[in-house]
Nanobody
Framework: QVQLVESGGGLVQTEGSLRLSCAAS????????MAWFRQAPGKEREFVAA????????DYANSVKGRFTISRDNAKNTVYLQMNSLKPEDTAVYYC???????????????WGQGTQVTVSP
């Protein structure tokens, strides 16, 4: 089992920045690819970004490329999502997930955090 706890969400104005963190415990963190997803009210959960086990490969949704950066610190068992130039359409609950491989498909991830709310005001 892997336990994931997100933090860092909040209310920010358009063009502002936030840094989300996801702390992992349980099994060896470096054995897992990590990802961030988000879900807005009335919408399906969507892929945001993912990072390989070593951190050497990353993938981003087109909607966040150039604005968001995913990173990880395996010594601290933590994955981060730096979000810059935030837009109102980025408003959602953000979830971190752990799985065997990088994929954009939520069903392929084995473990999920409880989510953290990000709200971007116009």
């Amino acid at each position: 089992q892997v336990q994931l706890v997100e933090s860092g969400g909040g209310l920010v104005q358009t063009e502002g920045s936030l840094r989300l963190s996801c702390a992992a415990s349980g099994r060896t963190f470096s054995n897992y690819a990590m990802a961030w997803f988000r879900q807005a009210p009335g919408k399906e959960r969507e892929f945001v970004a993912a990072i390989s086990r070593s951190g050497g490969f990353t993938d981003y949704a087109n909607s966040v490329k150039g604005r968001f950066t995913i990173s990880r610190d395996n010594a601290k068992n933590t994955v981060y999502l730096q979000m810059n130039s935030l837009k109102p359409e980025d408003t959602a609950v953000y979830y971190c997930a752990a799985g065997g491989l990088i994929t954009t498909m939520p069903a392929r991830y084995d473990y999920w955090g409880q989510g953290t709310q990000v709200t971007v005001s116009p």
